[in-house]
């Protein structure tokens, strides 16, 4: 039970961790790079207990075939079946939701070196990893409601309070 509790407070934080830097604070200044760099290590922690641990949050639980991908997707219009860990599509969404933070955590560090300082291309990329971050985060919320309301998997249930 500890260990679903660890992952579900690292969800929420990233989430919420997220929304406030995108949404709430400005862009460059001093609380979106110190959420940043928060973010970043907390991304970092979740990376390392991936790969060393042996429960839910292990990265050997997830399922990155990548022909089960477009399954997994189609059966979102058709047929759902309930997974015991996350689909494939949603172990794939974890891996690029991780990688993301990480470069925005490198490409906001990197705007403050003296070889980039004020280079447009850097500051366009980071931008953009924050636009792929948002969008890929909606879509993931978006696949959750479909799964909890259209066919009924308790989700929301599983993600807040447990099983």
């Given at each position: 039970m500890r260990r679903h509790f660890l992952i579900r407070c690292f969800h929420w934080l990233l989430s919420l961790?997220?929304?406030?830097?995108?949404?709430?604070?400005?862009?460059?200044?001093?609380?979106?790079?110190?959420?940043?760099?928060?973010l970043g290590a907390l991304v970092v922690l979740r990376v390392?207990?991936?790969?060393?641990?042996?429960?839910?949050?292990?990265?050997?639980r997830l399922s990155l075939a990548?022909?089960?991908v477009l399954q997994d997707l189609r059966s979102l219009a058709g047929r759902y079946t309930d997974h015991e860990n996350h689909s494939a599509a949603g172990s794939w969404m974890i891996v690029v939701i991780l990688a993301l933070v990480l470069l925005l955590a490198v490409t906001g560090w990197m705007q403050d070196l003296d070889a980039?300082?004020?280079?447009?291309?850097?500051?366009?990329?980071?931008?953009?990893?924050?636009?792929?971050?948002?969008?890929?985060?909606?879509?993931?919320?978006?696949?959750?409601?479909?799964i909890q309301f259209g066919h009924g998997v308790p989700l929301l249930k599983r993600i807040g309070f447990g099983r």
């Open positions: 961790g997220i929304v406030v830097n995108y949404e709430f604070l400005e862009s460059g200044g001093e609380l979106h790079e110190w959420l940043g760099w928060v390392v207990a991936g790969f060393f641990s042996r429960g839910d949050a292990s990265f050997a990548p022909g089960l980039f300082w004020g280079e447009e291309w850097l500051q366009n990329v980071h931008e953009w990893l924050a636009h792929a971050l948002v969008a890929l985060a909606a879509l993931h919320v978006l696949a959750v409601m479909i």
